[in-house]
T-cell receptor, first 115, second 115 residues
Framework: AQKITQTQPGMFVQEKEAVTLDCTYD???????LFWYKQPSSGEMIFLIY??????QNATEGRYSLNFQKARKSANLVISASQLGDSAMYFC????????????FGTGTSLTVIP | ETGVTQTPRHLVMGMTNKKSLKCEQH?????MYWYKQSAKKPLELMFV???????ENNSVPSRFSPECPNSSHLFLHLHTLQPEDSALYLC??????????????FGEGSRLTVL
Protein backbone atom coordinates (compact mmCIF):
# COMPACT_ATOMS: atom_id res chain seq x y z
CA ALA A 1 0.00 0.00 0.00
CA GLN A 2 1.16 3.52 -0.71
CA LYS A 3 2.28 5.47 2.29
CA ILE A 4 1.14 8.82 0.88
CA THR A 5 -1.75 9.28 -1.54
CA GLN A 6 -2.49 12.46 -3.41
CA THR A 7 -5.56 11.86 -5.55
CA GLN A 8 -5.61 15.18 -7.42
CA PRO A 9 -3.08 15.20 -10.27
CA GLY A 10 -4.11 18.75 -11.23
CA MET A 11 -6.08 21.57 -9.64
CA PHE A 12 -7.14 25.02 -10.80
CA VAL A 13 -8.04 27.94 -8.56
CA GLN A 14 -9.02 31.52 -9.23
CA GLU A 15 -6.62 34.14 -7.93
CA LYS A 16 -7.54 35.32 -4.39
CA GLU A 17 -9.65 32.22 -3.76
CA ALA A 18 -8.79 29.42 -1.32
CA VAL A 19 -7.89 25.91 -2.44
CA THR A 20 -7.52 22.58 -0.66
CA LEU A 21 -5.02 19.96 -1.77
CA ASP A 22 -5.78 16.47 -0.51
CA CYS A 23 -3.38 14.07 1.15
CA THR A 24 -4.00 10.79 2.94
CA TYR A 25 -1.36 8.69 4.61
CA ASP A 26 -0.88 5.19 5.88
CA UNK A 27 1.23 4.33 8.90
CA UNK A 28 1.19 2.19 12.03
CA UNK A 29 3.96 4.25 13.61
CA UNK A 30 2.48 6.24 16.55
CA UNK A 31 5.05 8.99 16.03
CA UNK A 32 5.27 10.61 12.64
CA UNK A 33 5.48 13.98 10.97
CA LEU A 34 3.58 15.30 7.99
CA PHE A 35 5.04 17.84 5.56
CA TRP A 36 4.01 19.80 2.53
CA TYR A 37 6.50 20.94 -0.08
CA LYS A 38 6.10 23.24 -3.07
CA GLN A 39 8.09 22.62 -6.25
CA PRO A 40 8.03 25.46 -8.79
CA SER A 41 9.28 24.94 -12.32
CA SER A 42 12.82 25.80 -11.15
CA GLY A 43 12.97 22.37 -9.50
CA GLU A 44 13.72 23.20 -5.88
CA MET A 45 11.47 21.58 -3.28
CA ILE A 46 10.45 24.30 -0.83
CA PHE A 47 9.26 23.35 2.64
CA LEU A 48 5.89 24.89 3.48
CA ILE A 49 4.42 23.46 6.65
CA TYR A 50 4.81 20.67 9.22
CA UNK A 51 2.38 18.80 11.47
CA UNK A 52 3.50 16.39 14.17
CA UNK A 53 1.35 13.37 14.97
CA UNK A 54 0.94 14.49 18.58
CA UNK A 55 0.13 18.10 17.78
CA UNK A 56 -3.34 18.97 19.01
CA GLN A 57 -3.84 21.99 16.81
CA ASN A 58 -3.66 22.32 13.06
CA ALA A 59 -0.44 23.86 11.83
CA THR A 60 -0.52 27.27 10.15
CA GLU A 61 2.17 29.23 8.32
CA GLY A 62 0.97 32.47 6.81
CA ARG A 63 -1.46 31.62 4.01
CA TYR A 64 -0.86 27.89 4.46
CA SER A 65 -2.73 25.72 6.92
CA LEU A 66 -2.79 21.99 7.37
CA ASN A 67 -6.16 20.38 8.03
CA PHE A 68 -5.06 17.42 10.16
CA GLN A 69 -7.66 14.72 10.73
CA LYS A 70 -5.82 11.96 12.55
CA ALA A 71 -8.62 9.42 12.68
CA ARG A 72 -9.13 9.72 8.93
CA LYS A 73 -5.37 9.83 8.31
CA SER A 74 -5.65 12.92 6.21
CA ALA A 75 -3.44 15.99 6.08
CA ASN A 76 -4.90 18.37 3.55
CA LEU A 77 -3.14 21.61 2.67
CA VAL A 78 -5.27 24.74 2.50
CA ILE A 79 -3.90 27.75 0.66
CA SER A 80 -5.87 30.92 1.29
CA ALA A 81 -5.97 33.98 -0.98
CA SER A 82 -4.19 32.22 -3.86
CA GLN A 83 -1.56 34.16 -5.78
CA LEU A 84 -0.19 33.61 -9.27
CA GLY A 85 3.12 32.63 -7.70
CA ASP A 86 1.42 29.70 -6.00
CA SER A 87 1.27 27.85 -9.35
CA ALA A 88 3.54 24.85 -8.81
CA MET A 89 3.63 21.16 -7.91
CA TYR A 90 2.74 20.39 -4.30
CA PHE A 91 3.98 17.28 -2.54
CA CYS A 92 2.74 15.76 0.68
CA UNK A 93 5.30 13.79 2.68
CA UNK A 94 5.47 11.77 5.87
CA UNK A 95 8.34 10.90 8.15
CA UNK A 96 8.02 7.79 10.29
CA UNK A 97 10.12 8.03 13.45
CA UNK A 98 10.32 4.30 14.21
CA UNK A 99 11.34 3.62 10.62
CA UNK A 100 14.53 5.58 11.17
CA UNK A 101 12.99 8.86 10.11
CA UNK A 102 12.40 7.61 6.60
CA UNK A 103 10.57 10.12 4.40
CA UNK A 104 7.77 9.07 2.04
CA PHE A 105 6.44 11.34 -0.69
CA GLY A 106 3.23 11.42 -2.70
CA THR A 107 3.01 11.79 -6.46
CA GLY A 108 2.14 15.46 -6.20
CA THR A 109 -0.64 17.82 -7.26
CA SER A 110 -0.11 20.42 -9.95
CA LEU A 111 -1.80 23.68 -8.94
CA THR A 112 -2.54 26.39 -11.47
CA VAL A 113 -3.74 29.78 -10.28
CA ILE A 114 -5.87 31.55 -12.86
CA PRO A 115 -5.79 35.35 -13.00
CA GLU B 1 24.40 31.64 -0.70
CA THR B 2 21.44 29.24 -0.91
CA GLY B 3 21.17 26.46 1.67
CA VAL B 4 21.69 23.51 -0.68
CA THR B 5 23.44 24.00 -4.01
CA GLN B 6 23.55 21.46 -6.82
CA THR B 7 25.70 21.47 -9.94
CA PRO B 8 25.30 21.09 -12.81
CA ARG B 9 21.66 22.12 -13.17
CA HIS B 10 21.41 20.30 -16.50
CA LEU B 11 23.42 17.40 -17.84
CA VAL B 12 23.18 15.46 -21.09
CA MET B 13 25.30 12.36 -21.39
CA GLY B 14 25.69 9.31 -23.55
CA MET B 15 25.41 5.83 -22.17
CA THR B 16 29.17 5.34 -22.18
CA ASN B 17 30.07 8.61 -20.46
CA LYS B 18 31.21 9.14 -16.89
CA LYS B 19 29.99 12.23 -15.10
CA SER B 20 29.35 13.43 -11.55
CA LEU B 21 26.67 15.44 -9.82
CA LYS B 22 27.73 17.66 -6.95
CA CYS B 23 25.80 18.85 -3.92
CA GLU B 24 26.93 21.29 -1.26
CA GLN B 25 25.03 22.36 1.85
CA HIS B 26 25.76 25.46 3.94
CA UNK B 27 23.34 24.69 6.75
CA UNK B 28 25.56 22.78 9.14
CA UNK B 29 23.44 19.64 8.72
CA UNK B 30 24.70 16.15 9.47
CA UNK B 31 22.65 14.11 7.01
CA MET B 32 22.56 14.32 3.22
CA TYR B 33 20.39 12.49 0.72
CA TRP B 34 20.08 11.74 -2.98
CA TYR B 35 16.57 11.41 -4.42
CA LYS B 36 15.47 10.56 -7.94
CA GLN B 37 12.36 12.30 -9.29
CA SER B 38 10.70 10.83 -12.37
CA ALA B 39 7.48 12.09 -13.92
CA LYS B 40 4.28 11.00 -12.15
CA LYS B 41 6.15 8.93 -9.56
CA PRO B 42 6.88 9.66 -5.90
CA LEU B 43 10.38 10.76 -5.05
CA GLU B 44 12.63 7.73 -4.78
CA LEU B 45 15.24 7.74 -2.03
CA MET B 46 18.56 6.56 -3.40
CA PHE B 47 21.21 7.12 -0.73
CA VAL B 48 21.50 8.59 2.75
CA UNK B 49 24.67 9.73 4.45
CA UNK B 50 24.80 10.55 8.13
CA UNK B 51 28.01 12.06 9.50
CA UNK B 52 29.73 11.05 6.26
CA UNK B 53 28.79 7.38 6.60
CA UNK B 54 26.40 5.79 4.15
CA UNK B 55 23.47 4.59 6.22
CA GLU B 56 21.04 3.71 3.48
CA ASN B 57 21.23 2.39 -0.04
CA ASN B 58 17.86 1.59 -1.55
CA SER B 59 18.88 -1.12 -4.00
CA VAL B 60 20.28 1.41 -6.41
CA PRO B 61 22.14 -0.02 -9.45
CA SER B 62 25.90 0.08 -9.20
CA ARG B 63 26.10 2.49 -12.14
CA PHE B 64 25.26 5.13 -9.50
CA SER B 65 28.06 5.60 -6.99
CA PRO B 66 27.77 8.12 -4.14
CA GLU B 67 30.61 9.82 -2.32
CA CYS B 68 30.49 11.97 0.81
CA PRO B 69 33.96 13.37 1.57
CA ASN B 70 32.67 15.57 4.40
CA SER B 71 29.38 16.60 5.96
CA SER B 72 28.96 19.54 3.57
CA HIS B 73 29.56 17.80 0.24
CA LEU B 74 27.88 14.94 -1.54
CA PHE B 75 28.60 13.57 -4.99
CA LEU B 76 26.79 11.15 -7.27
CA HIS B 77 29.12 9.53 -9.77
CA LEU B 78 27.44 8.27 -12.93
CA HIS B 79 28.73 5.73 -15.44
CA THR B 80 27.23 3.61 -18.20
CA LEU B 81 23.77 4.94 -17.50
CA GLN B 82 20.60 3.88 -19.31
CA PRO B 83 17.97 6.14 -20.93
CA GLU B 84 15.53 5.24 -18.13
CA ASP B 85 17.92 6.94 -15.70
CA SER B 86 16.91 10.29 -17.18
CA ALA B 87 15.28 12.21 -14.33
CA LEU B 88 15.65 15.09 -11.92
CA TYR B 89 18.16 14.21 -9.20
CA LEU B 90 17.55 16.08 -5.98
CA CYS B 91 19.98 16.49 -3.14
CA UNK B 92 18.67 17.20 0.35
CA UNK B 93 20.03 17.67 3.85
CA UNK B 94 18.61 17.52 7.36
CA UNK B 95 19.86 18.13 10.87
CA UNK B 96 20.42 14.43 11.51
CA UNK B 97 18.97 10.96 11.33
CA UNK B 98 17.90 10.61 14.94
CA UNK B 99 14.93 12.17 16.69
CA UNK B 100 13.62 15.52 15.51
CA UNK B 101 15.52 15.64 12.27
CA UNK B 102 13.29 18.41 11.07
CA UNK B 103 12.38 18.91 7.48
CA UNK B 104 14.47 18.10 4.47
CA UNK B 105 16.10 21.04 2.74
CA PHE B 106 16.41 20.48 -1.00
CA GLY B 107 18.59 21.83 -3.74
CA GLU B 108 17.21 22.86 -7.12
CA GLY B 109 18.08 19.53 -8.66
CA SER B 110 20.19 18.32 -11.56
CA ARG B 111 18.17 17.49 -14.66
CA LEU B 112 19.85 14.47 -16.25
CA THR B 113 19.18 13.29 -19.80
CA VAL B 114 20.78 10.05 -20.96
CA LEU B 115 20.88 9.59 -24.74
Amino acid sequence: AQKITQTQPGMFVQEKEAVTLDCTYDTSDPSYGLFWYKQPSSGEMIFLIYQGSYDQQNATEGRYSLNFQKARKSANLVISASQLGDSAMYFCAMREVLAGNQFYFGTGTSLTVIP
Amino acid sequence: ETGVTQTPRHLVMGMTNKKSLKCEQHLGHNAMYWYKQSAKKPLELMFVYSLEERVENNSVPSRFSPECPNSSHLFLHLHTLQPEDSALYLCASSRGRGQDTGELFFGEGSRLTVL
